[in-house]
């Protein structure tokens, strides 16, 4: 295994066990810290999957159910201003590739 999929595996293993904690304010407190920008009052639920969340920026007012992937590797993911995504969705951005939504 090279040392690149090791460390993607540490940091989507970090990701998921902290958006798998039960408490709102965890997640909230670590989205602020990692995502590029986060709103007010946004709400993540828990089991959260998250794709380079340095280039993902969410709006105000917004709602993020569980089981969501967001996936902001090939470029910049907006989301907007009061928005709900519904659980079990998969949000990526324009450039997104086929083969690239498994890859780590």
């Not at 946004?42 to 967001?70: E, M």
């Amino acid at each position: 295994m090279q040392i690149k999929e090791i460390l993607s595996k540490i940091y989507h293993s970090c990701i998921a066990s902290v958006y798998f904690f039960p408490f709102p304010i965890v997640r909230a407190l670590f989205s602020n810290l990692f995502f590029q920008k986060v709103g007010r009052k946004v709400l993540f639920a828990r089991h959260l999957d998250v794709r380079s969340p340095y280039r993902i920026s969410i709006g105000n007012y917004t709602s993020i159910n569980k089981k969501v992937l967001l996936d902001g590797r090939g470029g910049f993911l907006k989301i907007g201003h009061n928005v709900e995504l519904a659980k079990e969705k998969i949000v990526w951005d324009i450039n997104w590739e086929e083969n690239e939504l498994f890859d780590g």
